[in-house]
C-alpha cells in the first residue's frame, strides 16, 4: 500500500520528523435511527469527512473547536474504540487495527473501575497490556507511577474514597504506566475544579516534558492548549467537520504559566485562537 502525505498539513517538515499518526482522508459517518408512527427510518449524521492531519513523533498537540463537532469521535477512532467509515489511519507507519498498550487513554470522567483500589486499577491495566509482568512486579509499577502524580499514601484506597482530583492523578498514572508512546486526553482536566485544574495541568506537562511521548489532547481551554501543546488543531463545525487550521506554537519550554501568559505571541495566538471559536460557534447557532 502506498501511503499518501497529507497535503494539507506540514508537507515541508514532513521530510524533517517522523510521523507518529498520519491520518489520511477520514470519514465517519453515524446511522441513526429515527422510530416515527408506521416504521423506524434510519438517517445519516456525517461527523467527520475528508479529515487529513499528520502527527509527529513525540510532540504535543490540542484539538480545539465548538461543542458537538467531532473531537472525542476523531480521539476514539485514534483509540481504536470506534471504527472509521472511509480513510486510513496509520500508527508508526502501520495501519491501525484497533486498542492497543501503545496508546494510553485519559477520559474526562476517569474510567476507574469503582470495586478496584488506585493500586488495584493501574495493576489491572497491568494485567492486560503487560502479561509478563507478575503480581509483585506490578504492584511495584503501580506504586511507582501513584508515586509520580503524588498519590503513594492513597494506593490502597477505592474511587469513591478520594476526590475528583486525585481520582484523575489514578487515571493518569494508569495511562502513563503502560508506558505508551502516546497519550489520548479527552478534556482530562474538564470535571475538575479550577484551582486542581491548574495544578493537574501543570503536573501533566512536568511529566511530559520529561517523557516527551506524542500527546493528543481535546480541551475547551485556549489557554490550556497554548500552555500545553506544540500545535494546535483546531476542527471547523459539524456536520462534516475537518481540520480548519493548525497553529504553531513556538513558545520555549519548560513553560512556566505565570511566564508564558505574558508573552506577546501567547496573547497572539490566543486572539487568532479565540476569533476561530467565535466563527465556528456562531455557524453552529446559525445552521441549528
Ligand atoms: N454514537 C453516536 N451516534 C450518533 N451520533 C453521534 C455518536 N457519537 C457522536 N455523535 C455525533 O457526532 C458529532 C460529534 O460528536 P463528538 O462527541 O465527537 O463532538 P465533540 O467535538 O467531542 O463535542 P464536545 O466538545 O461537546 O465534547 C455530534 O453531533 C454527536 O451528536
Not at 497529507?6 to 506540514?10: A, C, F, I
Not at 490502597?156 to 476526590?163: A, D, L, R, V, Y
Given at each position: 500500500m502506498t501511503k499518501s502525505v497529507?497535503?494539507?498539513?506540514?508537507s515541508i517538515s514532513y521530510k524533517e520528523h517522523e510521523s507518529h499518526v498520519e491520518i489520511v482522508n477520514l470519514s465517519k459517518v453515524f446511522p441513526i435511527s429515527r422510530p416515527s408512527l408506521f416504521n423506524k427510518k434510519t438517517e445519516n449524521y456525517v461527523a467527520l469527512e475528508g479529515v487529513n492531519l499528520d502527527i509527529k513523533k513525540n510532540t504535543f498537540v490540542s484539538l480545539i473547536g465548538p461543542?458537538?463537532?467531532g473531537k472525542s469521535t476523531l480521539l476514539n477512532l485514534l483509540a481504536g474504540l470506534d471504527d472509521f467509515t472511509s480513510g486510513e489511519i496509520f500508527i508508526e507507519g502501520k495501519p491501525l487495527v484497533g486498542p492497543g498498550p501503545d496508546r494510553g487513554i485519559i477520559f474526562q470522567n476517569y474510567a476507574l473501575m469503582p470495586w478496584l483500589t488506585a493500586a488495584g486499577n493501574i495493576e489491572y491495566a497491568l494485567e492486560t497490556a503487560c502479561p509478563e509482568l507478575s503480581t509483585s512486579q506490578r504492584r511495584e509499577k503501580a506504586r511507582y507511577f501513584l508515586n509520580m502524580v503524588g498519590l503513594e499514601r492513597s494506593m490502597?484506597?477505592?474511587?469513591?474514597?478520594?476526590?475528583g482530583g486525585m481520582k484523575q492523578r489514578v487515571a493518569i498514572a494508569r495511562a502513563l504506566s503502560i508506558n505508551p508512546s502516546m497519550l489520548l486526553m479527552d478534556e482530562?482536566?474538564?470535571?475538575?475544579?479550577a484551582l486542581t485544574r491548574s495544578y493537574l495541568q501543570e503536573e501533566v506537562l512536568k511529566i511530559w516534558e520529561k517523557n516527551r511521548v506524542t500527546a493528543l489532547l481535546i480541551t475547551h481551554s485556549i489557554e490550556e492548549a497554548l500552555l500545553m501543546s506544540d500545535k494546535i488543531v483546531l476542527m471547523s463545525s459539524g456536520p462534516s467537520a475537518n481540520i480548519a487550521d493548525i497553529i504553531d506554537v513556538p513558545l520555549p519550554r519548560p513553560r512556566i504559566r505565570n511566564i508564558i501568559e505574558k508573552d506577546s505571541l501567547f496573547i497572539d495566538i490566543k486572539l487568532q485562537l479565540e476569533d476561530h471559536l467565535l466563527r465556528e460557534t456562531r455557524a453552529v447557532e446559525e445552521s441549528s
Open positions: 497529507p497535503s494539507s498539513v506540514d461543542s458537538g463537532c490502597n484506597k477505592f474511587p469513591k474514597q478520594i476526590s482530562p482536566f474538564g470535571a475538575l475544579d
